[in-house]
C-alpha cells in the first residue's frame, strides 16, 4: 500500500471515529495538516465516493463475519439445524473414500524417476 492510500485511509478512519461525514475536502485537510505531502487529490475523491452512505464503523466490527452467510441459513427452526447436522457426518466418510482412492492411485508400479 502506498503513503497516498494509507495516508487517506488514516484520515477516513479519523473522521469516522470522530462521527464526521467523509467528504474529499475534510480528507484533504486531514492529510495536508499530518503534513504528507505526496497524496494527490485523487485518493481523497475515490476514498470520499467508496465510504459515501456506508458505516465505517460498522465495516470494521463485521470484517471477519463472512457477510451474507446469515441470511442463507434454513428458516426451518431446529428441524434446519437437525438436518445440516445429520448431514455432515456423510460429507466427512465421502470425503474420506475420495483420500483412500487418491492414495491407491499413488502406487502404479514406477516412479518419476525410475
Not at 19 to 33: F, M, P, Q, R, S
Not at 103 to 110: K, L
Amino acid at each position: 500500500m502506498s503513503t497516498a492510500e494509507l495516508a487517506t485511509s488514516y484520515a477516513a478512519l479519523i473522521l469516522a471515529d470522530d462521527g464526521v461525514e467523509i467528504t474529499a475536502d475534510k480528507l484533504t485537510t486531514l492529510i495536508k495538516a499530518a503534513k504528507v505531502e505526496e497524496v494527490e487529490p485523487i485518493w481523497a475523491t475515490l476514498f470520499a465516493k467508496a465510504l459515501e452512505g456506508k458505516d465505517v464503523k460498522d465495516m470494521l466490527l463485521n470484517v471477519g463475519s463472512g457477510g451474507g452467510a446469515a441470511a442463507a441459513a434454513p428458516s426451518g427452526g431446529a428441524g434446519g439445524a437437525a438436518a445440516a447436522t445429520g448431514d455432515a457426518p456423510a460429507e466427512e466418510k465421502k470425503e474420506e473414500k475420495e483420500e483412500e482412492k487418491e492414495e491407491s492411485d499413488e502406487d502404479m508400479g514406477f516412479g518419476l524417476f525410475d
